[in-house]
């Protein structure tokens, strides 16, 4: 499934810093964690994953090492910093009130929680 | 892991020099993007794709490169302005086996070397005319030795770079020039310019027969030369500022800038200059062509003036030799600006609009020389020869040849009957006749006309 833009845009930094948050990991691992996680229906062009990391790093929302692979390749490794932590409880409540809101919207408005009083 | 075919490999190279070529992503964001690569690659081939298949899915889900660099492009907005890295950071190649450390010590070093020799030299023969001479000997040594090091100059060139170095030192040492001769001026004047030909062997590694090395050590000259305005002028207002804080305070600055500061500052700031041209060459590179096309139509127009003003004057029989050397000082700047210009230019390029602005340039430059060799003459004819007047009438008939042998090579080549190529020869081959000109001027003028 091929994503809007800005929606790629606006999930992606939470979901990058989430996955970090885990552990610390290269690029191509963390691009394979966000195929797990979407079961490969979020997909947006491999390339961008690493513009995107570096934006983090230069905000301080991340870290970065550069190590070896197990084939002996020069690999980054990136950790998330407590700033980022900071970030990404915030995104992390942001994004539940956008989510709570727009389940309500995908409901029928018969089984809304709060129905609209005063308009009925 | 699995192995991983030739072929395979191949392909990454060619995808890793094409991505490389784009500015706003770095080495090692190569480096990045070819991990990610080659992990999809072996996660495609587990999946039973053989190696081209893998390859061709792993770059079309990197994304357009175009895309994916201007994305990196506003991440670091900066790397599209070429930085001058005065020691290159991070995981460059130079930064991990320590050259680059290196070569700004042994850099350094040098600058505070030749301070120290001008100082010392100061002190031992006062700042008269013996001075003056022996400037360019103190601070030559430190030059050459950097950019001999940073080439490893073999022994050979290095031997022969260094007799010459104790012949000139030698005849600007025993000649008894008086202190306010006319000999020993021109002496101190010629001095540098057969020492920076002696740079100049250090510069190419001994290969000084080669004609693009000889063009790189033109473009290195021009390129120092902005440097060192540029360190000069912020020196300039770092020095200005101190010298009124401290006369607010009513201590004069004056003589420590004369004694001490500006000693170690001019020569110490020509090793730095060096040193920046050679540690990040392509940022002056990209100015040099804007200068010489700012400056080229300025300098017709300059001489253009100059002209007009000569002719209204009446002819210029009985101008002074002030005005004759500084005519001689304005052609050597025009020379300057044409081989400045000419380094600069794309070879391959096909003649255009600016090659006849600049040959029109050349041509202005001619008549300026022709009045002004006319000059000379009649007043070699009404005074007689002196050594002033031989060596400005030498430095003229070099320049004239020069500026001819440009303007017919500039106009074969508007034609599209030669090469580019055949004028930067030119330039290179004409330009040691300056420093053997020199030379001339400093061994044989004093035995010739006298020391007086």
Do not use: C
Not at chain 2, 89 to 108: C, I, K, Q, Y
Not at chain 2, 273 to 280: H, P, Q, S, T
């Amino acid at each position: 499934m091929r994503f809007d833009k800005d929606l790629v845009a606006a999930s992606a930094t939470p979901l990058v810093l989430g996955i970090l948050s885990e552990g610390d990991l290269y690029g191509y691992a963390i691009h394979k964690r966000i195929e797990e996680l979407s079961a490969g229906r979020m997909q947006w062009t491999d390339g961008m994953l690493y513009p995107l990391l570096h934006r983090l790093e230069r905000l301080g929302y991340v870290s970065s090492s550069w190590g070896t692979s197990e084939a002996g390749r020069r690999r980054k490794h990136y950790a998330i910093t407590s700033s980022g932590r900071a970030v990404l409880a915030d995104r992390h409540e942001q994004w539940t009130v956008v989510a709570d809101a727009l389940r309500q919207v995908w409901q029928p408005p018969e089984r809304r929680a709060t129905p609209l009083a005063g308009w009925a | 892991m699995m192995e991983t075919s030739v072929e395979l490999e191949e392909q990454i190279k060619r995808w890793r020099s094409y991505v490389a070529r784009k500015q706003a992503i770095s080495a090692s964001d190569v480096d990045e993007l070819e991990d990610h690569l080659r992990e999809q690659v072996v996660d495609l081939r587990g999946i039973g794709l053989d190696d081209g298949e893998a390859f061709l899915v792993a770059i079309t889900r990197l994304g357009n490169v175009d895309a994916v660099s201007r994305e990196y492009a506003r991440v670091h907005a900066n790397r599209l302005w070429k930085q001058l890295a005065l020691v290159p950071e991070g995981d460059d190649e130079t930064v991990r086996n320590g050259t680059a450390r290196r070569e700004l010590a042994v850099a350094l070093v040098a600058a505070v070397g030749a301070g120290l020799a001008v100082r010392v030299g100061m002190s031992l023969v006062g700042d008269g005319m013996r001075l003056a001479l022996s400037l360019g000997l103190l601070v030559f040594p430190f030059v050459a030795a950097y950019l001999g090091w940073k080439r490893r100059l073999t022994s050979r060139p290095a031997v022969a770079m260094v007799a010459l170095y104790i012949a000139l030192a030698v005849a600007l040492w025993v000649y008894p020039f008086s202190p306010n001769g006319v000999i020993g001026l021109l002496a101190a004047l010629h001095a540098p310019v057969v020492l920076w030909l002696l740079v100049g062997i250090a510069y190419v590694g001994g290969q000084w027969r080669s004609d693009s090395r000889r063009m790189d050590f033109v473009r290195f000259t021009g390129e120092l030369a902005v440097y060192y305005a540029l360190l000069g002028l912020g020196g300039g207002v770092l020095l200005g500022l101190t010298a009124g804080a401290l006369s607010l305070v009513g201590i004069d600055f004056g003589p420590w800038l004369v004694n001490w500061v500006l000693p170690f500052a001019m020569p110490g700031a020509l090793v730095v200059a060096a040193w920046l041209v050679e540690a990040k060459q392509n940022v002056v590179e990209n100015i040099a062509p804007v200068l010489t096309r700012v400056f080229t139509p300025l300098t017709t127009v300059m001489l253009v003036v100059l002209l007009i003003v000569l002719a209204a004057a009446g002819g210029v029989i009985d101008v002074d030799r002030q005005v004759l050397i500084l005519m001689d000082a304005i052609l050597v700047l025009v020379l300057s600006l044409l081989l400045y210009s000419i380094s600069a230019r794309d070879t391959t390029a096909p003649p255009g609009l600016f090659d006849g602005l600049q040959l029109v340039l050349v041509v202005a430059s001619l008549a300026v020389d022709a009045v002004m060799l006319a000059a000379m003459l009649t007043r070699i004819a009404e005074f007689g020869w002196s050594a002033n007047k031989v060596a400005a009438l030498g430095l003229n008939i070099l320049l004239l040849v020069h500026l001819v042998g440009i303007a017919w090579l500039t106009t074969s080549f508007l034609r599209s009957r030669r090469p580019f190529a055949a004028l930067e020869r030119w330039q290179t081959r004409y330009l040691p006749l300056y420093g053997l000109w020199a030379a001339v001027v400093v061994v044989a003028f004093g035995p010739v006309f006298g020391f007086a």
